[in-house]
């Protein structure tokens, strides 16, 4: 099974009574998927955030995602009144409030002490669930993807930013203040480049896709070595040109995998994980990332159990996938 792909297949951890609706509000996108009784996804929609507008735009757009879904469930399922959306996931980035339905601050959605489970249920009429997007990606991948069987897992995407849901005995840990799984915001170069969180070296400064990236620009500019003609390349041509013999590119892939193995050392020096699911863009690396890691990782654990490591395969729609899971509880 590719990622993203579910085949087509009933999914049981998503059965129940009527269809549901999972969507999931990101900085850049907002995705939705309807599921019908069987378990079997119907409906997958996709739309731009409109960050730019304000977070009260940001908001209505997720709400009128859902009334498509909603009314394509109706008009191109075929679903009977009584059998349409009963229920609604959401899930988004930030400091999540699970228990209270509420975001605290999500920063790149302009939301501050949103209770936004509320506000989507008095909108829609309908009952709404609210959860943090990797946590609620962790649950899905561990019901329906890589994570399957596992009890104690970390997932951790890999994108423009780097976080990390950590899942034990079954249940992804919110933490005391809703932080758990800041892997991201580990200092493995003291004294390296200054993040936005206000420290110096964090581990998504040093190995995250855009750190790559930037790395890359930085270098070859500063020795004016820049592309005639052509875009600077992404985190994936990065790596290309890594395999391909670039030195610069081999240099800088190295050092994020050192980073990242570190940072993953330490956390299994801490949690004693089963498995480590890497998800995001980094993850189109394929096998070859999970070797490059586990070459790390090794030698920093003499006497602790090594991870399992594992692709992700639920791809962007891991948290639109969580929150549907989640509204079935609703």
């Known amino acids: 099974m590719r990622p993203g792909e579910l085949g087509g297949r009933p999914l ?13 509000i990101g900085g850049t996108l907002t995705k939705g998927v309807a599921v019908a009784p069987s378990g079997q996804v119907v409906l997958r929609m996709r739309r731009p955030t409109p960050v730019a507008e304000g977070p009260d735009a940001v908001l209505q757009n997720a709400l009128g995602l859902v009334e498509e879904l909603r009314d394509k469930v109706r008009r191109e399922v075929g679903a009977k009144p009584g059998e349409d959306v009963v229920a609604v996931g959401l899930s988004s980035p930030g400091v999540v409030d699970e228990a209270k339905g ?9 939301w501050r002490d949103l209770e936004i489970a509320r506000v989507a249920s008095e909108a829609l009429g309908l ?3 609210f959860g943090h997007d990797v946590r609620l990606g962790a649950m899905a991948e561990g019901a329906l993807g890589a994570g399957s069987g596992a ?5 951790l995407p ?30 493995v170069s003291p004294g390296g480049p200054q ?8 581990l998504e400064m040093l190995a995250s896709a855009s750190a790559l990236a930037r790395r890359y620009r930085n270098e070859m500019a500063g020795a004016g070595m820049g592309p005639a003609s052509r875009p600077w390349p992404d985190a994936a041509g990065v790596l290309a040109l890594a395999r391909g013999g670039d030195r610069v590119a081999a240099g ?7 980073y990242l193995g570190r940072a993953l050392a330490m956390t299994q020096s801490l949690l004693d994980l089963e498995l480590v699911i890497i998800g995001g863009g980094l993850a189109n690396a394929g096998e070859s990332l999970l070797d490059d890691i586990a070459a790390v ?15 992700a395969q639920l791809g962007d729609e891991a948290a639109c996938l969580g929150a549907a899971m989640l509204a079935r509880s609703a």
Do not use: M, Y
């Open 102 to 110: 509420a975001v605290r601050l999500a920063v790149n959605l302009g």
């Open 12 to 24: 049981a951890a998503l059965a129940g009574p009527g269809h549901i609706a999972g969507v999931d």
């Open 297 to 311: 990782i090794s030698p920093l654990l003499p006497f602790q159990h090594i991870p399992r490591l594992a692709l």
């Open 195 to 202: 993040c936005r969180c206000g420290g110096k070296g964090c």
């Open 127 to 129: 009952p709404v669930r």
């Open 158 to 187: 890999i994108g423009t930013g780097i976080a990390a849901a950590v899942v034990l005995d079954g249940r992804a840990r919110r933490g005391f203040d809703g932080l758990a799984g800041e892997i991201g915001h580990l200092v």
């Open 151 to 155: 009890r104690d897992f970390l997932f």
């Open 252 to 258: 800088i892939w190295a050092d994020a995998i050192g």
